[in-house]
């Protein structure tokens, strides 16, 4: 490069020093000269542009080399079976569970309250890339169905509500009450136990009455009476939620809350807390029976290991659990059913609010043993479909997640497995059987 770049100067340097002779400059060569120097950079331009045209050719040989080396490339396998599945999307005014779309894996799908799932609960990522059964929607759930208005009231269908257009001399959101125009819904009238005379004095020649707290005057000014204010009514009519949690009582010129049997009161007044019978020894379960305490109440259990079949047994190692006596070496069936049987009791407050994960399900190998490397879940018994989902949370645990809201009083059961494989060979199997108890009370 840089050789070529000294050629270059000299030739310009030789044109501009023959082109000032030729203007008539003094000490230039004779004209022999000056042709001997043309002919000279003439060859010498022959000689470059020989050079470059052998140095095009070589580069065009090379790059035809190349393009040939990379068309015998060994191309990617195009019918190579896919390892996953297309993305998939909640359902309109539903919830979809699961994440993974590989080989194998499962997705949930459960729809909003006021509307019903059409389609499969469950879609699983199939071999060939494609998800198994139709797609999942969710559709409206007609609100006035139930014909919820009472009193020739006619019903409004709404999204995921309705509204009742009552008939002359009836309301109330269904109807329910008939219309009045005196005396006002939260005074008690007629019962002399709610009414005070009031306290009256003359000022100014004029007389002035008034009542008690929680009294309001009632009648005419010759005749007039203090009748209770009944606050629970007057809290439920102003739309402010709820003065008790469970119960208000009104009482002459004041009002308590109460709560349920089994409940007790909380000191700020208006909450309720459940008496927990089995810690207060509150319970009448008889020996060889585990009191399990729920809301509003308890139970007396004692769970029992499946039944003795062919050579398959078991036998109890703890009050809630049950494990399975050796195998005989042969016996395929045997080794295929539940190593361990667990039991458990859940209790919840009705409707509680969902997604709500419930239960978690684990392994733990033994000391110097190697645990299993691959781990599966799911739902295998119980009178709870569609209510519950099972999904992994992690590589080793599995998580069951309530998926519907429970109005209680309920007892629901769900059967969850947990199948160990090592290097894709099925090692052993677990059970646990979910007892869920929904109390009649959301709190």
């Given at each position: 490069?840089?050789?070529?770049?000294?050629?270059?100067?000299?030739?310009?340097?030789?044109?501009?020093?023959i082109?000032?002779?030729?203007?008539?400059?003094?000490?230039?060569?004779?004209?022999?000269?000056?042709?001997?120097?043309?002919?000279?950079?003439?060859?010498?331009l022959k000689?470059q542009e020989?050079?470059?045209?052998?140095?095009?050719?070589?580069?065009?040989?090379?790059?035809?080399?190349?393009?040939?080396?990379?068309?015998?490339?060994?191309?990617?396998?195009?019918?190579?079976?896919?390892s996953?599945?297309?993305?998939?999307?909640?359902p309109?005014?539903?919830?979809?569970?699961?994440?993974?779309?590989?080989?194998?894996?499962?997705?949930?799908?459960t729809?909003s309250?006021?509307?019903h799932?059409?389609?499969?609960?469950t879609?699983?990522?199939?071999?060939?890339?494609?998800?198994?059964?139709?797609?999942?929607?969710?559709?409206?759930?007609?609100?006035?169905s139930?014909?919820?208005?009472?009193n020739?009231g006619?019903?409004?269908?709404?999204?995921?509500?309705?509204?009742?257009?009552?008939?002359?001399?009836?309301?109330?959101?269904?109807?329910?009450?008939?219309?009045?125009?005196?005396?006002?819904?939260?005074s008690?009238?007629?019962?002399p136990?709610?009414?005070?005379?009031?306290r009256c004095?003359k000022?100014?020649r004029a007389?002035?009455?008034?009542?008690?707290?929680?009294?309001?005057?009632?009648?005419?000014?010759?005749?007039?009476?203090?009748?209770?204010?009944?606050?629970?009514?007057?809290?439920?009519?102003?739309q402010?939620?709820?003065?008790?949690?469970?119960?208000?009582?009104?009482?002459?010129?004041?009002y308590?809350?109460?709560?349920?049997?089994?409940y007790?009161?909380?000191?700020?007044?208006?909450s309720?807390?459940d008496?927990?019978?089995c810690?207060?020894q509150?319970?009448?379960?008889?020996r060889?029976?585990?009191c399990?305490?729920?809301?509003?109440?308890?139970?007396?259990?004692?769970?029992?290991?499946?039944?003795?079949?062919?050579?398959?047994?078991?036998?109890?190692?703890?009050p809630?659990q049950?494990?399975r006596?050796?195998?005989?070496?042969?016996?395929?069936?045997?080794?295929?059913?539940?190593?361990?049987?667990?039991f458990?009791?859940?209790s919840?407050?009705?409707?509680?609010?969902?997604?709500?994960?419930l239960?978690?399900m684990?392994?733990?190998?033994?000391?110097?043993?190697?645990g299993?490397?691959?781990?599966?879940?799911?739902i295998?018994?119980g009178?709870?479909r569609?209510?519950?989902?099972?999904?992994?949370?992690?590589?080793?645990?599995?998580?069951?997640i309530?998926?519907?809201?429970?109005?209680?009083?309920?007892?629901?059961?769900?059967?969850?497995?947990?199948?160990?494989?090592?290097d894709?060979?099925?090692?052993?199997?677990?059970v646990?059987?979910?007892?869920?108890?929904v109390?009649?009370?959301?709190?």
């Amino acid at each position: 490069m840089a050789l070529s770049v000294l050629r270059s100067s000299l030739l310009l340097l030789c044109l501009t020093t023959i082109h000032t002779c030729l203007g008539g400059g003094q000490n230039c060569m004779d004209k022999h000269q000056v042709v001997g120097v043309l002919r000279q950079m003439e060859k010498f331009l022959k000689g470059q542009e020989m050079r470059f045209t052998e140095g095009l050719r070589i580069m065009k040989s090379k790059l035809a080399t190349l393009q040939n080396s990379v068309s015998k490339l060994p191309q990617a396998d195009q019918s190579a079976a896919p390892s996953v599945c297309p993305s998939l999307e909640a359902p309109v005014h539903g919830r979809k569970f699961g994440s993974k779309y590989f080989i194998g894996h499962e997705v949930h799908f459960t729809c909003s309250h006021g509307y019903h799932l059409v389609g499969p609960e469950t879609r699983v990522c199939q071999e060939n890339g494609s998800w198994s059964g139709l797609n999942t929607i969710c559709k409206d759930v007609s609100e006035c169905s139930s014909n919820p208005c009472q009193n020739g009231g006619t019903c409004v269908d709404g999204v995921n509500q309705y509204r009742c257009t009552c008939s002359q001399s009836w309301n109330g959101s269904n109807c329910q009450h008939q219309t009045q125009t005196a005396p006002p819904e939260w005074s008690v009238m007629n019962d002399p136990a709610f009414s005070r005379r009031p306290r009256c004095a003359k000022v100014d020649r004029a007389q002035h009455c008034s009542c008690d707290a929680g009294f309001h005057m009632s009648g005419t000014s010759d005749n007039s009476i203090c009748q209770d204010v009944n606050e629970c009514e007057v809290y439920r009519l102003d739309q402010g939620g709820k003065l008790c949690v469970y119960e208000c009582v009104n009482v002459p010129g004041s009002y308590h809350c109460s709560c349920p049997s089994h409940y007790k009161l909380l000191p700020d007044g208006r909450s309720c807390e459940d008496v927990d019978e089995c810690l207060t020894q509150q319970h009448n379960c008889s020996r060889g029976k585990t009191c399990i305490n729920t809301g509003g109440g308890f139970q007396c259990v004692s769970p029992e290991c499946p039944r003795s079949h062919s050579n398959i047994s078991y036998v109890k190692t703890s009050p809630f659990q049950c494990e399975r006596n050796p195998c005989p070496m042969e016996s395929r069936s045997c080794h295929l059913a539940p190593k361990t049987v667990s039991f458990h009791y859940l209790s919840l407050p009705s409707n509680l609010q969902t997604p709500a994960t419930l239960f978690r399900m684990a392994t733990a190998a033994a000391p110097g043993r190697p645990g299993p490397d691959s781990l599966r879940f799911g739902i295998v018994g119980g009178n709870s479909r569609g209510m519950f989902v099972m999904q992994r949370s992690d590589r080793q645990t599995g998580e069951l997640i309530l998926v519907q809201r429970l109005r209680g009083p309920q007892d629901i059961s769900v059967d969850v497995d947990m199948s160990e494989y090592s290097d894709r060979t099925f090692q052993a199997k677990h059970v646990a059987k979910v007892h869920v108890l929904v109390s009649a009370y959301n709190f």
